[in-house]
């Protein structure tokens, strides 16, 4: 029998699984985080103007919303219909600004490939999509008056943002994104 020497070696699955290290420091940066760097960005700054819009007509929303408690409940005191009033119009501004500064602040980490933003600005899209909802149909006509075409077209356009920005998150091409090594 003729001696055929040593068999060959076996083929690594490391690289079935995931491309090696080296691979990964120098891969270039997806279309999909651009467009998801660049429609959270959009859709912060978007969510910023809707909110600044909104914020000169508090005192018309606070006004709307004292009205709309005395209807929901005749008996409580004034003191405590200031208090809803007030409570509602910090819900909508505040949560509206906070939402779009954690846009702004968060959408460079998908630049720089880091993975817990992208969990952290899933959460943050999912809530602003039900922001968006809850203040879309909060605002009734006496509220925002001429302002309430834009502000809805402004949280419908901000909505679209940030569905697609999170969708691209998840595309099959900004997983090893995701993955790359923390230094770069």
Known sequence: MP???APPPRPSTARLSMPPMAALEDLPR????AVSFWSWLVGSLLLAAVTAVTV???????TEFARLARENDADATRKTIDSVATASVLVVVGTGALLAVLGLVLCRGVRAARGWVRILLTVVAVAGVGYAALVSSALTGPML????????VGLLAYTALVVVAGLCMYLPGSGAWFRRPRGQ
Do not use: C, E, H, S
């Open 30 to 33: 997806p279309r999909v985080i």
């Open 56 to 62: 000169t007509k508090t005192g018309a929303m606070r």
């Open 3 to 5: 001696d055929l020497g």
């Open 145 to 152: 008056d001429d302002l309430q075409g834009a502000v809805t």
